[in-house]
């Protein structure tokens, strides 16, 4: 009998193992740095190829684990160490923020890279909208940067959408809606939002219900109006064409009120943009003892189309305001007024009510002294008018 203890047997040595798939990629934001500057460096600085560089490296080099070194790099030219400090035994890329010219047009091309990499996860695209909103509020940078929004990848995958609720929240309550819309004017955007959809949803339904559900109804209703204009300038645009070529003003006036029934225009709205036509359709005489004798002419020619949209007391009295406001702004056209009026009244365009609710309470500051002093004989003539009429009647009575 073996008296001896047996050794157990050990792991000594020995190796297991594993399969790939359970393998956890080691967090490497090192190697990272050094794949994202070589690239950048082979590019050179020309910002649509180093924005093709980065699209491109993005289905193999994972963004979304790496998306702050990544802003490191494009922001200051490395990984930044604690402090704020670059290491100096790293290779570092001259493409970056801070080795940048010192202009506008220079700093709006490096945001509009830097805003949209499509590797920043949600969150962080979040955080990045919110501080855009606020330096936009600020005027730290212009409102052009938001022609990024309108990439075609990102207006699909819905980035551009949800980016741009968080942004314009910020914006809105940094200042206010009248601040968001000088900028987009001042850049040309204020008729750009519907983009923010693909095309299949770019109408004002969609815009309004999407970015109203996301408590954004200001924002709606000024995306709305400004549809609403551009579909007005549109009007004005095709009217002109059709006056100068001529029309017959039957067919002109058919158009015209399938138009307005399209976009749902109320009159008065469209005799404002009738008058604007019709005084657009021609070019006018420099001197203003010519003009008058030229505009008589032309309107007396559009006065059948002016009638077709003034079937409304309404419709008179802002055709009315139109007219001042225009014999007002174009100064050849100041001692005008008052034929112009006269000329629309014996054409049945105006009644003696419209004109006399304008002379006595509805007329605009602009011109006022001069215009009312132009028509005190005219409304005087109509009172009288009126007066017989009632006698006239009383006696009949």
Not at 74 to 79: N, P, R, T, Y
Not at 350 to 362: D, F
Request: net charge negative; with cysteine.
């Amino acid at each position: 009998m073996n008296n001896q203890k047996q050794q157990k047997p050990t792991l000594t040595g020995q190796r297991f193992k594993t399969r790939k798939r359970d393998e956890k990629e080691r967090f490497d934001p090192t190697q990272f740095q050094e794949s994202i500057v070589q690239g950048l460096n082979q590019t050179g600085t020309d910002l649509e190829a180093v924005a093709k560089f980065l699209d491109a490296s993005g289905a193999k080099l994972d963004y979304r684990r790496y998306a702050e070194t990544l802003f490191d790099i494009l922001v200051a030219g490395g990984m930044l160490a604690p402090g704020g400090t670059l290491s100096d035994d790293m290779t570092r890329t001259e493409f970056c923020l801070f080795t940048a010219q010192e202009d506008l047009e220079t700093m709006q091309a490096y945001a509009q890279l830097l805003l949209f990499l499509k590797g920043f996860t949600e969150s962080e695209r979040n955080k990045l909208a919110m501080l855009t909103g606020i330096l936009l509020a600020n005027g730290n940078i212009s409102a052009s940067i938001l022609n990024s929004l309108f990439n075609e990848n990102l207006v699909k995958e819905g980035v551009s959408a949800a980016f741009a609720v968080k942004l314009f929240k910020s914006w809105i309550n940094e200042k206010d809606i009248n601040s968001v819309a000088a900028s987009l004017r001042k850049v040309g955007m204020d008729n750009r939002l519907m983009e923010l959809f693909p095309a299949n949803k770019r109408s004002c339904e969609h815009f309004s219900k999407y970015f109203t559900d996301a408590g954004l109804k200001e924002l709606s209703d000024f995306a709305r109006n400004q549809q609403s204009i551009g579909a007005r300038k549109e009007l004005q645009k095709e009217l002109q064409e059709q006056m100068s070529r001529g029309d017959p003003q039957k067919e002109i006036i058919a158009f015209t009120k399938e138009e307005m029934k399209k976009a749902s225009l109320s009159e008065q709205a469209m005799i404002g943009i009738i008058w604007t036509s019709v005084m657009s359709s021609v070019e006018w005489n420099k001197k203003e003892e010519l003009v008058t004798e030229q505009a008589i002419k032309h309107l007396k020619q559009y006065s059948p189309l002016l009638k077709a949209f003034t079937s409304q007391g309404l419709s008179e009295l802002s055709l009315l305001l139109k007219i001042q406001e225009y014999c007002y702004d174009n100064i050849h056209f100041m001692k005008a007024f008052q034929k112009i009026v006269v000329l629309l009244y014996k054409a049945d365009v105006l009644s003696e009510e419209a004109i006399l609710k304008w002379y006595t309470e509805a007329h605009l500051a602009k011109g006022k002294s001069v215009f009312l002093e132009q028509m005190k004989k005219f409304v005087e003539w109509l009172k009288n008018a009126e007066e017989e009429s009632e006698s006239d009647e009383e006696e009949a009575d």
